[in-house]
């Protein structure tokens, strides 16, 4: 699917792909391709002289494959995170910047452009360049990136106290999450960080666009910041746990080994009593079962003593 | 509530909002706004045509948020640390500074705002800029800072010696309080050194008011070192807590293991002496009995001079 | 063996040793050597004047050992990653550019120079410069790097959720596997750093080739980053594992712990009534069996109510 | 009290608060303060104009309350690092220079002035301008603290060997005491360097003094390194240690189970065989007794090799 | 001792101490001197007016007890690393530039100084400036810490498979050595990063020595990088150890679980049939024996299941 978006005086208006001879000479195009067919990346390549880039190419990391200005274009591979229940997307959607048009290719929908498209259109926004609209993308995903890392920052402060009442799967579960959420976020921050540091520097970008993505560098840098400030918590929060879970443990030791002290010594006693031989005087013994009881009670208590003293327990 | 406070030559006067006209006007005139009415938002527009920013985008952490300075203005969004209790809020206060007029605007009382009028009135403190009454309300707040990182390390020192005379759940909240304390202590140390960066270039700011946020700018980093400081020894008290939990752990082990050793072989040739066999011929021996207690003492001595020769315990 | 290939103007073709008298004068010439033999040695040295570096330095980390410039010559000694099966190769191999030859030397086969080879015919390249050879073959290993790091990326991922259904030494084994893979990268991202970094600086390199190695050098700076935000999710993914561990034996103990005060005491009374004194009163009591069970069951619940109250499970 | 040092030809000469008219016009004086009255820090205003800073910024770590230069005076807040028996202090002392007066204010004795004390005398040192004599202060503080370093790094390398011959709570204690140490140093270091960079770029101090205080900078630089070294070294202790407990911990419990696996089931058969069942057939077979001890050998060599086979052991 | 060497044209000459008046005036001569008597110290005090440091400075760490330049002279101080058997020693030698001489003082024998001495005699080097000597031995240490890294380097990659099969206090003994190891050599790397970095700023050194010792500090970069990725791979194999032995740890916790889960109901069971009760109505019972069999089976299997059901094994 191409969606065709000319930003018109009366604003970002959609057109389809027949009507594309409509639109005046020198509006800004924004070409959205969702999942495009051989057919489409043709047509891509006649219009806008777009060559589509291999697929492995799209989840490749080196700047070299994010980054790509020659001649008249401008190519970006620019990830954006989406959350999906309890898993955290990378999606990556290749942007090309060549004279009037702004091409963004991706294969599923991302939030971010839909907000986009929804402000351009409510606050009536009017694009001289296509970069400009790349630019305002850009500004919203980090926009997003930047709510998300307050909310993320809220949860992990809850997540301190829950440690203390509950050390459960369910809290490693969370840390891990938040953790992975964190580092992803990261990942995202410093990949945009690298493609708008040559972005700025571009003599393809015009000035205001330039102003506003250094802002937007600015941006990106704090909430950076953040995540560092966010890995410190969670590394805290993984000690009290931890810690936590050291002493429980203890504790259980603790009561085993006082149980072992008191009840083994008096039932080898009760078992040597128990010995059926027919010659042990103290079973004949008047006060041979009170003497066991004492015998039990005592050799307990001497054990308890030792042991206390010994400092071991 | 809207509370005016004037800049006049008998120090910092306080007006009721009817004689605002009553003001030289020339003079500096601070509006510390609390908890705004829709009626108060509108006469601070066209009063000091002060725009109120959305209230979700208050605890923005994005930079852009938290500076910007357009045309005759410009609008801070500076967080302020307030100790409740147990717990450590950080609340955002707007600060806005446009011609003779410094805007402050907040949802709760800030006992940083306060300390600054009984101190302006105090000193008799006379303002010839609006940006010098928020640079004199910043240098308290670092102050503040500086005064809890002092007793934060105080505390720290003496958990220090608490963790070897008890290692309890106690000493792990501590623990975490402090650790949350003082990496919210650095999150906001990190916000003012970004918001004063941009301040101090500022060309709507006057030269002395630079030269003060430049040694704010110097004590914020000072005080940034203290939080790394703090985190070092606070994960070096965490070492040893989880050092001492687990040799307490050993030793109460050891024991067990000891008593196991010695008891549970005894109990077994009890219970087999115990059983009652009509074919059992130390049961009719004379020294079966002695047999009995030679047999579990000896059994014990080997055991327990392995277990050691083998260093295991 | 010597393998020699020419940059005609039909691309890269392969010649054979006596046939070295064919290449016309100008043209780049590409010596790749594998196990040299003495007299191939030997050869190279008059042919090309390379002098063979003794086999002790070829091991060599400094960087002095890494990058040599003299007179007309670049000496440089690039270690190549490798992976078979569990194991993780990093090869060195010797690169020599002098006039229109680049001598290759090498102890085995390296897959990157197959890659370069079947691609510099395949795109039909043309070389006009011995260190555009050499940059080629970088670019192409560094891009090997990066999907590996890519996999890399994606195992990690993977291993974070298996940790929360198995925690076996197997997730250790992958853990440490990741770990080493991820650093050994690391270290041979850096080499290159350093030797890239005197390589683009080199007067005798020609523009177009430093121009690809500045990209070269961004793409390892993005790559570096990447492995130092694996290692962090190593780190979580371990904290994560001990923690699971650590809640694992203590429900373990737990359930010891409440077997042993169900049963320790029960099994002492049990004990008690069966040793055989004459004179027990109890034995010969009506309702003696129910009043020992009666005990076991009582001195039973106040203990587990005892250890309740107390925290201990 | 206060005493009075003035560095005549005949080097450093202590004089009488009386004598004070004596000394020569241009003669350098050294004002050391110790707990001064009030009456001796009004004569202080009023002889040097030194202004007694308020007891509790004594105790501050910004920077602003630690060097601050006006007019015709410098003043500075330096801590000094005392050690007694087992605890380290940190002292500050207030230094104040004008015209050709120091004065260096304190509320304890500190060795280093002392020492400068008697070096000054022994070396019949003579100062031009009071900041040299703060500069020797500073100098023979930073020997000091290099020597304490010294030692505390033999201390640790100790403790690594310590650390395989007892794993006790001893151990921890010197970790713990060592890591304080380390990290007070750090900070002590740290304010050091923040205090002599502004010191430097003083236009009130002479060049020479300058160039002695570049030279004490770079020895901070190199202690500061030192620490971070140090921290590295504890850690690795720290894990030394841990891993150690736990091995000697697995020990004891596997002593334990094979214990148990060995005594449990056998005594499980003597109990049932000590059951008084009047219809046991096995109680009056004749080979009833071998044949138990037959069961109880064999239940425990199958549990053995069980649980060996399945590596649990 | 002093060992005389000087730089003729014929290479590295040793002459006799009193045969020193026959080199030839303008020859460059090294003084070596090992545990200087006081009469070998005034010689060298009259001779080349090299002024004998007091001892107890030899240990300094600050780098101004490490590095003197006045004068026409250079003093450094610079330490050797020396592997003894199980220990590593760090040994500082005093060297000493003035005029044609260069003097090298020590306590033991250096095996650096012995290796340049060989190397310089084999390759008949022939010296034009003192510090050219100095800069020689420097490279041969730089060349060794080199080698001893790549040793280490792969002594810690065998370990990391050590791990997987044996978890020892070896293994812990092995990690320990390899951390000391590594920081110490990091430790004497940042030293000499130190050191070199002032003596290629001093005008009292040749241009070609500059040069050789940029490529010398450039060395030492690459070192000190190697040494931080020993540093994560040392902390990675700890924590692969510590999850190994609690993996351990948790099955022998488990199997003895499980047998105390079946032994000890059963066992009370057949503890409470073996008490003396007169009126037991089971004892008496037919299939009371049985009965007591199925007893044990069923309570057995019921506390299996429920363990199994909760998840506690
Ligand atoms: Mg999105
Ligand atoms: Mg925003
Ligand atoms: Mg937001
Ligand atoms: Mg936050
Ligand atoms: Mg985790
Ligand atoms: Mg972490
Ligand atoms: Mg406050
Ligand atoms: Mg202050
Ligand atoms: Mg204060
Ligand atoms: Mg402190
Ligand atoms: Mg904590
Ligand atoms: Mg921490
Ligand atoms: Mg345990
Ligand atoms: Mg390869
Ligand atoms: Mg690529
Ligand atoms: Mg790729
Ligand atoms: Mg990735
Ligand atoms: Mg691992
Ligand atoms: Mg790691
Ligand atoms: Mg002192
Ligand atoms: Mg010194
Ligand atoms: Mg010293
Ligand atoms: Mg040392
Ligand atoms: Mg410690
Ligand atoms: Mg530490
Ligand atoms: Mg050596
Ligand atoms: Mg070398
Ligand atoms: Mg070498
Ligand atoms: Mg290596
Ligand atoms: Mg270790
Ligand atoms: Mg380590």
Partial sequence: MIFIHASTNRGLEQFALDQIGE?????IIWLDVEKPSEEEINWLKSAVSFEMPPREVFGDIEISSKYKEEGDFIYMNLSFVIQQKEDILVEPVVFFIKGRYLVSLRYRDIPTLLIFQKR?????MHFQFPEAIFAEIVKIEIDR?????EILGRRIRNLRKEVFSEQSEEIIKDLSYYDELNITLRESINEKLRI??????????????KRDMKVALDDLHTLLDYTTLYMDRIDSIQSSLLGLISIRQ???VKVFTVLA?????????ASIFGMNFKYMPELHWKYGYPYSLFLMVSTTLV???WVRKKGWL
């Fill in 303 to 305: 054990l308890i003593y």
């Fill in 196 to 209: 708008l540091s040559h972005f700025i520097k571009s003599p393809r970008v015009n000035a205001q666009t």
């Fill in 250 to 252: 203890n504790e259980a």
């Fill in 120 to 124: 351009a259109i409510a606050q009536n």
């Fill in 23 to 27: 639109i005046p000479k020198d509006t």
């Fill in 145 to 149: 990136i930047g709510d998300r890392l």
């Fill in 261 to 269: 002290t008191i009840f083994l010594p008096a039932t080898l006693i």
